[in-house]
């Protein structure tokens, strides 16, 4: 396959968005904590801001995840194109997640790959690229500053780069040959079986939506030498359902949970007193049965978002039951696929999928 970088490496994790299950997405703090939890890969979101700094940031808008709404009330609806670093500099990144990690900044691609220093690859997806002419270009002198050498590694890439546009993503590898491509698939659609033929000499893996994946399409990328990366798994009968597929990786919010089952091991997943029974986004409910007595004060719900519901202070016996209603509107039916359980530690317990998968495990 004309020497393409063979990526990812079969059997791992990709860290979406860094650790964003346990951190604030696409932060340093995240990347170091994905690193932490064994990640040999970060997927995070690059995008220009409005002076020109390549910066990590997944939304075009920053209310989700910044206090962009308190420090820059007038700035609030701006993109993250219109936004100068001086401004981004400004904001909180971090609190929004949890409390323990106000001051996080939004950080450069170039702060963000200093911090990383080669421990991990990082796995770029350059978001609307097309609303910054000339963004492929800059990435690849921008990675060529700071990587040097090391950008020419096939065997251990520092960095690999993901988009939804084969086009784009081909000018990307005349630009960085050595540097591993993955062609990206969105939300409602599935790139057609015929196409991997046409891509097996360059494009190193293929990223599709999991609920999405069937069989035909793995082996038709495997015929083509294509690796298959699903995104985003989590709950554990996606995560074997991805492995029955005979996926290469799974791109997740929750390494430590997903890598025993992608290995064929039982889940790390804690014992909890309580579970997630059921999900529903026609009618943005969960329910939770309480398997022994347990006490839900400080415990709380994250959405596919990592937006957190707090779970009311109430104390079940064995057997019971709570039925939640969404506290707010898509909090369930929104693209994500799973609601994920913390604790009063805001430790993760429980990963439930809520929606149906094209292929599911074999059970």
């Known amino acids: 396959m004309s020497g393409k970088p063979e990526w990812p490496r079969v059997g791992t ?5 860094g650790a964003c299950g346990t951190a604030p997405e696409n932060t340093i703090v995240a990347c170091r904590t994905a690193i932490e939890q064994g990640a040999r890969t970060i997927e995070v979101d690059v995008q220009r801001c409005g002076d020109g700094e390549l910066v990590v940031m997944h939304d075009s808008k920053l209310r989700r995840t910044t206090d962009i709404a308190q420090v820059l009330p007038d700035r609030a609806d701006a993109t993250i194109n219109e936004l100068t670093v001086a401004e981004l500099r400004k904001l909180d990144a971090g609190a929004w997640f949890d409390e323990r990690y106000r001051g996080e900044p939004v950080p450069t691609l170039a702060e963000l790959l200093a911090a990383i220093d080669g421990r991990s690859t990082l796995f770029i997806e350059l978001k609307v690229p097309e609303r910054s002419p000339g963004i492929e270009e800059q990435l690849a002198e921008e990675l060529r500053r700071c990587l040097g050498d090391r950008l020419d590694d096939i065997h251990h890439p520092p960095v690999a780069i993901q988009v939804v546009d084969a086009d784009r993503l081909w000018q990307l590898h005349e630009l960085l040959p050595t540097v591993p491509m993955c062609l990206m698939s969105g939300l409602t659609y599935m790139l057609e079986l015929d196409r991997f033929a046409d891509l097996g000499d360059w494009v190193s893996a293929y990223t599709p939506l999991g609920r999405l994946l069937t069989a035909e399409h793995v ?3 495997h015929e083509h030498g294509i690796r298959v990366l699903p995104w985003t798994i989590d709950a554990p009968e996606a995560v ?7 996926v290469d990786a799974v791109i997740t919010n929750n390494v430590p949970f997903v890598q025993p089952i992608l290995s064929g091991q039982p889940s790390r997943l804690s014992r909890t007193p309580v579970r997630i029974e059921s999900a ?6 969960t329910v939770l049965r309480a398997e022994s007595p347990v006490d839900l004060t400080g415990w709380s719900l994250r959405n596919h978002l990592m937006r957190r519901q707090p779970l009311p202070a109430r104390r079940l016996a064995a057997g019971d039951t709570l039925e939640v209603a969404s506290a707010s509107k898509k909090f369930l039916d929104n693209y994500g696929d799973t609601v994920a359980l913390y604790d009063a530690d805001d430790i993760v317990v429980d990963l439930h999928l809520y929606r149906e998968l094209a292929a599911p495990a074999m059970v």
């Open 13 to 17: 994790c990709v860290a979406h968005r």
């Open 219 to 221: 082996t038709a990328a």
């Open 240 to 246: 074997a359902a991805m492995r029955d597929l005979d």
């Open 280 to 285: 529903s986004a026609a009618d943005e409910r």
